[in-house]
């Protein structure tokens, strides 16, 4: 029941990223509500449901926009898996946590997408893709995050609170 409704987030995730934010984009620049997901499954769930939330974001993304499947499911993976590590420390009430997460989430999983889409094709303009993509990116990440952090805190701690019980 609980990979179920995982996967029904990412999917609903990723229908609202595609739809109503591609909607209210600023300069084309959309908020990645995949890595807020895998980002909150990571650090509240553990580096296994970190790992299998990142995974199913990324396989999506790349098999509705990707070149290549696999590239950003592996990424998306691999921030599922280090959100993980959070699991430890990470309290449902403080916000500065989850966002410093994301953040960093963000960039990474920008940079990681800038150097296996463009720097292998020798297209070097890092400068610009930083100042224009990342940043804003960012940043309207971040906005998100603060609108939607509770109600998926509280989907993903009811998941997993449910999961507690039954085991």
């Known amino acids: ?68 499947i696999g590239i950003n499911a592996l990424i998306f993976l691999y921030i599922g898996y280090i959100n993980g590590f959070g699991n430890r420390v990470f309290y449902p009430e403080d916000l500065k946590f989850p966002m410093v997460f994301i953040a960093l989430s963000d960039i990474s999983c920008l940079f990681l997408q800038y150097f296996f889409g463009f720097l292998f094709r020798a297209r070097l303009e890092l400068p610009f893709y930083f100042a224009h993509i990342m940043i804003p990116e960012i940043i309207y990440t971040m906005v998100v995050t603060i609108i939607i952090y509770m109600p998926v805190r509280g989907l993903v701690n009811r998941i997993y609170d449910r999961r507690r019980e039954i085991q």
């Open 1 to 68: 029941m609980r990979r179920i409704i995982e996967i029904a987030g990412v999917i609903i995730c990723f229908v609202l990223q595609c739809t109503f934010f591609q909607a209210v984009s600023f300069a084309g620049i959309v908020p990645n509500l995949l890595i807020i997901i895998t980002s909150c499954a990571g650090f509240i769930g553990g580096k296994r449901d970190g790992m299998i939330t990142g995974f199913m974001a990324g396989l999506l993304t790349d098999i509705f926009y990707g070149n290549v």
